[in-house]
């Protein structure tokens, strides 16, 4: 068993902090955990990272940092070389004498630098904001498995600081860290193509003062199963030619390197240096043609990393973060593909490798804290095994029994291939589209929507929302409901933090002494705080009748959430926002007369607050800051037909997490324990999650309190209007004729009976057919990543019915042609 452990921190170090996503999961794609928290900024280890060991370790002693004249004392007693120091950098490769006292004292000063670092980078981690993280963390792996942790991130200090020495490696011995973006493309790169050898393209560049040769020989020394081919101080064009015109599964590369204003280069010859921009499209090819692999021999490679990474290439790389002796470089390559060519992963032989390179670190200070995995968060980590031939063997070309191919078909007579199709797919489009409009794939439909807003890439929490959880620890400590004095204690504790407005969804429609008159002065003296009705499954649940009338469109807002219907309660669920209703339009009581709901009333007034305009369009429909919130139509997407179309409501595009935005509790609130920067200025829900409650919905993320379903409402508007994130919507109608869902169908149908037509096998249109739903889902999942819901059930069902349909006609054609 293995587990694969994201940890995405959004900020940056030194001034802002960090919003951390955690996510687990197994080897078989099951998530075990998705929590949200933060890391607070800290200067002081940048400052160390950046500065402190850093200087150390590339000065080791000496104040020089010229360009060309930087030099390293410390380690020049320490390589065979006699007294000469060797770095696989360009501008490090110098040979300077110095006395034995210096190097000790300057050994030891960037080792206790390093020690400093690491101690400090521990405390941080051990932040009470990140503790919910550490502890889900220790609770969820296991010491006895293999796990890997993808560290993404855009901060360059992250990238610099020691995370193998992160004290939670020291109970799971088998984890091992890597790093990533923060930002990626989801690509489904190719697999490795088993065959009789590994293929190596080894690259050797410029090398004075440096023994590559010994890289050399180990690659060439490397294993029976490999094919190395190496280029000395090659040109462009011979490694562009390579990369281009072969498969190669790694590329390695060995001689100077450095980074320069945030882009790596590489030396190869004596005159020429690459930068990765200058690669990249050979790179590209030879992603195309199977790389899997690259590895970076020489120093300061991050920028290499961070730039391909820019370009979503290479599935991993190893690289050295830092400069790099030439005697470590040499010893890690040996360790490493010792390792990995004995069945190791390629964690864990990077992860035996660094452990060994720990032996060096009495000469050589943090050896082992350079070399480093770059992953894309989509790439398999390989193992050495994955490139070649199963055991069995290769099968043997004469061995194998010729497989007749099938002639191509003769067209029955009066119907041209063409014709027949085109005729098959309008004929099941309209049977299907016939269906859907009766309701009857309905519960499938929206079934597969939630399924697809669920495999979006996860996004972060919104920090313009708090939301106040009455937890189960807080029902025990005041009771349940709570009194109106324990509600009004916690709005005066929020008050004095100044959030721009405070939504109470509980409903107080009736005293709950003691503290009637306090709650209720509350609400008159503040008006950013709104009160909640509601009239669900005949219920009704007034306002508080001690307001105003004046009051009721300004500081009430309805929760009425929309649930769907479904046969044997399959596929109810929270899908759908209602914004506002007019009172003539709607068949809400007129015991809830507020005409707005909760989620719209927060938003409106906050960006109101922000100087954006609200109004109406002629179709009754809300317009903020340009954009339009559409009313949905009688048929919208799967809903055949839709309730309560005359209300202005909207499809729910969810955020893709299931908290959506910072949390405290009841109990932290009135205890004064929370940031006051989480408060002012935000939107701040109050509500229950607790058991009691009963207050739980089902959502396409599973059941969710209505709280951080009003938060997930609030969100959609804010982040539709500022940050510009797309409604989610569908194709072109004409009143109730879905004509845009219609044509979509009507394509899918088409490539079906086209499939029909060139497959005669039914096993080979079976795997055709498989693989074109497989692309229909994928291309419903990109389209409702940018807003669009397409009718794929429909679009799948006619592609099967028509293909299936033709492949039927023809074998009988065949028959009667043969009689």
């Known amino acids: 068993m293995s587990k694969l452990v994201y940890l995405k921190l959004d900020g940056n170090l030194p001034n802002q902090g960090f919003r951390v996503t955690l ?93 400093q670092l690491a101690a400090a980078m521990n405390i941080w981690l051990k932040s009470e904001q990140f503790r919910e993280i550490d502890t889900r963390l220790r609770e969820k792996l296991n010491d006895n498995e293999d796990i890997r942790v993808l560290i993404r991130t855009e901060d360059p200090n992250l990238h610099k600081l020691p995370w193998h020495l992160w004290d939670l490696f020291d109970n799971f011995p088998k984890a091992e860290p890597s790093l990533g973006q923060l930002n990626f493309v989801k690509l489904q790169f190719q697999k490795p193509l088993r065959k009789s050898k590994v293929k190596i393209l080894a690259i050797l ?120 002796p030439d005697v470590v470089a040499q ?135 708090l939301v106040v959880q009455v937890t189960n620890k807080d029902v025990d400590k005041y009771d349940y409901p709570q009194t109106d004095a324990i509600i009004a204690r916690a709005i005066d504790k929020l008050l004095q933090f100044k959030p721009a407005e405070i939504g109470l969804n509980m409903h107080r429609n009736s005293p709950k002494e003691p503290g009637r008159k306090d709650l ?50 399959k596929g109810r669920s929270i899908r759908r926002q209602l914004l506002s209703y007019h009172p003539n339009l709607s068949n809400f009581k007129d015991s809830c007369k507020a005409p707005n709901s909760l989620s719209f009333l927060l938003a409106a007034r906050f960006l109101e607050n922000q100087g954006i305009k609200l109004e109406k369009n002629q179709n009754e429909e809300w317009v903020i800051g340009g954009v339009t919130f559409k009313r949905l139509a009688s048929r919208t997407g799967g809903y055949q037909p839709l309730k309560e179309p005359k209300v202005s409501q909207v499809l729910l595009n969810y955020r893709a997490n299931p908290k959506p935005a910072f949390k405290v509790t009841l109990q932290e609130v009135l205890s004064g324990k929370i940031d006051p920067d989480l408060v002012k200025g935000k939107i701040v829900l109050i509500g229950h999650t607790s058991e009691v409650s009963e207050t739980e919905f089902d959502t396409p993320y599973g059941k969710m309190s209505a709280v951080w379903i009003h938060a997930h409402m609030v969100s959609q508007i804010l982040s539709a209007v500022i940050d510009k994130r797309p409604l989610l919507w569908i194709l072109p109608q004409w009143q109730r004729f879905q004509w845009g869902d219609a044509v979509f169908v009507w394509l899918a149908a088409v490539t079906g009976g086209l499939l029909a037509w060139r497959w005669r096998s039914p096993l080979l249109l079976t795997i055709a057919s498989g693989a074109m739903i497989f692309v229909l889902y994928q291309v419903s999942l990109i389209i409702l990543i940018w807003g669009g819901w397409m009718p794929m059930v429909p679009a799948v069902l006619a592609l099967v019915t028509t293909g299936g349909m033709l492949f039927v006609y023809d074998r009988s054609s065949q028959s009667q042609t043969k009689l």
């Open 205 to 324: 560049g410029d090398s004075p003062d440096i023994n590559i040769k010994e890289d050399e020989k180990i690659l060439k020394n490397l294993s029976p199963d490999a094919e190395v081919k190496v280029l000395v101080e090659p040109k462009r064009k011979e490694i562009t030619d390579e990369l281009w015109e072969q498969s190669w599964d790694i590329i390695f590369f060995a001689g100077h390197g450095e980074t320069e204003d945030g882009t790596g280069k590489i030396y190869i010859n004596k005159d020429d240096c690459l930068t990765i921009d200058e690669l990249w499209v050979g790179l590209r090819k030879a992603v195309d043609n199977g790389l899997q692999l690259a590895i970076f021999n020489c120093c300061d490679g991050l920028g290499l990393a961070t730039k391909l990474d820019d370009f979503q290439m290479i599935p991993q790389m190893i690289l050295m973060r830092e400069l790099v």
């Open 23 to 115: 996510e687990i999961k197994e080897d078989d794609g099951e998530s075990l955990a998705d929590i949200t928290s933060i890391l607070p900024a800290n200067s002081e280890l940048a400052a160390l990272v950046n500065q402190h060991w850093s200087q150390k370790y590339r000065s080791l002693g000496m104040s020089s940092r010229n360009h060309k004249k930087r030099i390293f004392p410390a380690f020049n007693s320490l390589v065979k070389a006699g007294n000469k120091t060797i770095f696989r950098s360009k501008s490090f490769s110098w040979r300077v004498k110095v006395k034995e006292a210096d190097t000790r004292s300057s050994l030891k000063k960037c080792q206790e630098s390093g020690q």
């Open 520 to 569: 209720i002065a509350l609400f008159q003296k503040n008006p950013n705080l709104i009160a909640v009705c509601s009239y669900n499954a005949g219920r009704i649940m007034e306002p508080p009748p001690e307001l105003l009338q004046s009051k009721f469109e300004n500081q009430i807002g309805f929760i009425n959430l929309p649930q769907d219907e479904a046969r044997d309660n």
């Open 331 to 465: 010893e890690f390559l040996k360790y490493f593909l010792t390792e990995f060519v004995a069945g190791k992963s390629l964690y864990a032989a990077k992860r035996e490798a660094c452990n060994r390179l720990g032996d060096l670190e009495h000469k050589f200070p943090c050896a082992s804290w350079l070399p480093v995995i770059w992953q894309h968060p989509t790439a398999v980590p390989l193992m050495w095994s994955d490139f070649l031939i199963e055991s069995d063997g290769p099968v043997v070309a004469e061995n194998l029994t010729a497989v007749p191919r099938y002639e191509k078909r003769a067209p029955v007579k009066g119907f041209s291939p063409l014709k027949s199709v085109i005729l098959a797919s309008t004929a099941c489009t309209v049977a299907v589209m016939g269906a859907r409009s009766l309701g009857v794939m309905e519960v499938l439909e929206l079934s597969m929507f939630d399924r697809l807003m669920r495999q979006r890439e996860a996004e972060l929490i919104d920090n313009r929302l």
